[in-house]
């Protein structure tokens, strides 16, 4: 398979046209891995660049042409046959990996629906907070990758379950908690308590405190009944 036609292969426009570029990461274009804590990812896909430009019409000059067409003289330095010293990046500003393939040695998951669809649809992006590619699905990845990409996301996501609400007490706007979660007993603040209580359908609650931190209620209904009307309030 030729360049065009891996790139083809990865690439789909969305229903906004040219505007609208999704790389999808895959077994046969994307390997991902575990070194030193990190996640990293090694794949055969277009760079960035490629995906914003590869429409562009070829009638725009190149920054080598004049505006009668002619080559202008190149400035003194590198060449274009110069080979990068060892350490140097590729054009891409991303270095190769020992298969050719270009190589990112710390990525990021994101979720596009963390409560619907928590491992679809994941957001692959570079340590510049820069998307990189979409996994549609981790499941459509081997066992032990679909196991690595999950525990990413999990990990990044942990969000204790609550089994049981001991008390809530507010005060000047704010919301005092004590719950027992699978971890054990734990307190925590709510700022603004009905916008820190997110539905996500199916009974599902998450509740997210003054840091940040999230809590996890998988059916509401299934808490016994002093729980249920400590937060049936802010339901």
């Known amino acids: 398979m030729d360049e065009n036609s891996k790139k083809e292969s990865t690439v789909k426009k969305g229903t906004l046209g040219d505007a609208v570029t999704i790389?999808?990461?895959?077994?046969?274009?994307?390997?991902?891995?575990?070194r030193n804590e990190f996640l990293t990812l090694s794949a055969d896909i277009p760079k960035p660049d490629d995906t914003a430009d590869e429409d562009k019409s070829g009638a725009d000059k190149t920054d080598d042409e004049t505006d009668n067409g002619e080559t202008a003289d190149k400035p003194a330095g590198k060449t274009e046959t110069d080979k990068p010293e060892d350490g140097d990046k590729t054009a891409a500003g991303k270095p190769e990996d020992g298969d050719g393939r270009s190589f990112w040695?710390?990525?990021?998951?994101?979720r596009a629906f963390p409560f619907d669809k928590p491992f679809e649809y994941i957001s692959v992006l570079d340590k510049d907070m820069k998307e990189l590619g979409l996994i549609s699905s981790i499941d459509d990845f081997p066992p032990e990758t679909a196991q690595m990409l999950r525990e990413e996301l999990e990990r990044k996501y942990y969000a204790p379950v609550i089994k049981t609400i001991h008390s809530v007490n507010e005060r000047f706007g704010f919301s005092y908690w004590k719950?027992?979660?699978?971890?054990?007993?734990?307190?925590?603040?709510?700022?603004?308590?009905?916008?820190?209580?997110?539905?996500?359908?199916?009974?599902?609650?998450?509740?997210?405190?003054?840091?940040?931190?999230?809590?996890?209620?998988?059916?509401?209904?299934?808490?016994?009944?002093?729980?249920?009307?400590?937060?049936?309030?802010?339901?």
């Open 179 to 235: 719950v027992t979660t699978d971890e054990g007993d734990l307190s925590f603040t709510l700022q603004d308590t009905y916008r820190s209580i997110l539905k996500a359908g199916g009974g599902r609650v998450f509740i997210v405190d003054m840091d940040g931190n999230r809590f996890d209620i998988p059916n509401v209904e299934e808490l016994d009944f002093k729980s249920y009307k400590k937060i049936e309030l802010y339901l």
């Open 105 to 110: 040695p710390r990525i990021y998951l994101h």
């Open 23 to 34: 790389v999808y990461l895959t077994p046969e274009n994307s390997t991902f891995a575990r």
